[in-house]
């Protein structure tokens, strides 16, 4: 098979037109590179200043692997609590303090730093443990906690039924009972 010697300097010109473009990219490589972040960027770390905290209690964090300047919600999860929102710094590290709500029921939760667009999540497994002063809380007793439920509920109520409690357990016997009396007629004439 031969060749045309036309079909060789085109093939030569494009070579070195290929090197020509080439050799700038290959120069400015370096110093993008150094300035890249990698992908995928490592996953957020977190760091707490104690995992057992008492209810009413504050709690220290440190998150690493944020974006700079991006917005960072500090949450508590067993029930979602919003504890305070957050900008990380120019390095994607946040920190601060949050305040552990009185009400939040004693256990194991989960506190986790959330930052969104784009999506990067840190968490820990914390412990809340009972308040430690009652009359430092300024609230009653039996305060419902995140999930609704008294935080007390495993002590026993003192004070007593209330009238208003009282009259509708009355009330709900009543009509319980007008119900199965209706019942009863229906079923007797069929």
Request: avoid cysteine; proline fraction near 11%.
């Amino acid at each position: 098979m031969t060749r045309s010697p036309q079909w060789r300097g085109t093939l030569a010109a494009a070579a070195s037109a290929a090197v020509l473009v080439a050799v700038p990219l290959v120069g400015a490589q370096p110093a993008r590179a150094e300035t890249a972040q990698p992908y995928p960027p490592p996953p957020p770390t977190l760091t707490l200043s104690a995992t057992t905290v008492p209810a009413g209690g504050r709690l220290g964090f440190r998150g690493t692997g944020f974006f700079p300047r991006q917005r960072v919600e500090a949450d508590l999860r067993s029930h979602v609590v919003v504890l305070g929102i957050f900008r990380a710094n120019a390095h994607g590290v946040v920190t601060g303090t949050v305040t552990i709500p009185r009400r939040t029921r004693p256990g194991f939760h989960t506190f986790e730093l959330v930052g969104r667009n784009p999506y990067r999540k840190a968490s820990a497994r914390i412990r809340v443990l009972r308040p430690q002063h009652r009359a430092d809380l300024n609230e009653p007793d039996n305060a419902p906690d995140d999930s609704g439920q008294p935080a007390d509920a495993d002590t026993p109520d003192e004070s007593g039924p209330t009238p208003l409690a009282e009259g509708s357990a009355a009330a709900g016997l009543v009509s319980l009972g007008g119900g199965t009396m209706l019942a009863l007629r229906r079923r007797r004439s069929s």
